[in-house]
């Protein structure tokens, strides 16, 4: 029973031991070459070892930021935004449902970023697998393409911006900018451009629901709810332009 006690609370608790371990550092000698002793479990008789390989521990916390870099370096930010802001000018609460509107995002972030993702493939990765390039070279030259990525949408006083917190001379090498500035710039840039979007497409609902309310205004309807009679028209007005395909177009031609 004690086993299985210490077994189920070292798993529940193994992520943040890593971190611990992570940000503590380690020294010269728990780095040996059979792999890093970070649990042992006793049963009172018996002594049981847990060791993990350093690589995999790297590894296993750097797919963790994962999810946060798809969504903070990639188009992922712009599209989500502007189908929640389409939603709501649709006046619909919860369809499509948010996992849906997120595989959306999801596939136009794969289709956009398609040629940044070839690059990636294959001046970092195959020269990585063929053992042509150090890993460090490998990171070095998938940072390349992303950064021109972001840069291309990054607006330029955004980019100041973010120069002037980190404290950086305005007047630098665009080469010469940390990944750290550029990223939080390109995060505000996606935001601005978002909002810019989402206001044109909420511009024609808008005005759908203003025209209801003024008749059923003037026809004395009070206690009916304009919201309730404008969302079948909204619906098939954005059926009979062919609405998602022009948000998806409008969004592709955003990123030029």
């Given at each position: ?248 177009g409008t969004l592709s031609a955003s990123f030029g």
């Amino acid at each position: 029973m004690d086993r299985k006690f210490f077994m189920e609370t070292a798993r529940r608790f193994t992520p943040w031991l890593v971190l611990s371990l992570l940000l503590l550092g380690f020294s010269a000698s728990s780095l040996a070459a059979d792999g890093l002793s970070f649990l042992t479990v006793s049963d009172g008789q018996t002594e049981q070892e847990y060791s993990v390989k350093l690589q995999i521990l790297l590894l296993m916390t750097a797919l963790s930021f994962l999810p946060a870099f798809i969504l903070m370096a990639t188009s992922f930010t712009r599209i989500i935004v502007v189908l929640a802001i389409l939603r709501q000018a649709l006046g619909l609460q919860q369809s499509p449902p948010n996992r849906v509107l997120v595989g959306i995002a999801l596939s136009l972030t794969i289709l956009i970023m398609r040629p940044v993702w070839s690059d990636i493939y294959d001046n970092a990765f195959l020269p990585y697998d063929n053992s042509e390039i150090t890993l460090m070279q490998a990171f070095s030259n998938a940072e390349k393409p992303v950064r021109n990525f972001m840069l291309a949408q990054t607006q330029q006083n955004s980019l100041e911006q973010m120069l002037r917190i980190a404290n950086e001379p305005l007047d630098q090498k665009v080469e010469d900018i940390s990944f750290a500035v550029i990223l939080p710039a390109f995060v505000i840039s996606e935001l601005k451009t978002a909002f810019q979007i989402g206001f044109m497409l909420f511009i024609p609902f808008l005005i759908v629901d203003l025209v209801v309310a003024s008749v059923l205004m003037a026809m004395g309807m009070m206690m009916l709810s304009p919201l309730i009679v404008s969302l079948p028209f909204k619906l098939v007005i954005f059926v009979l332009v062919d609405g998602w395909a022009m948000t998806v177009g409008t969004l592709s031609a955003s990123f030029g």
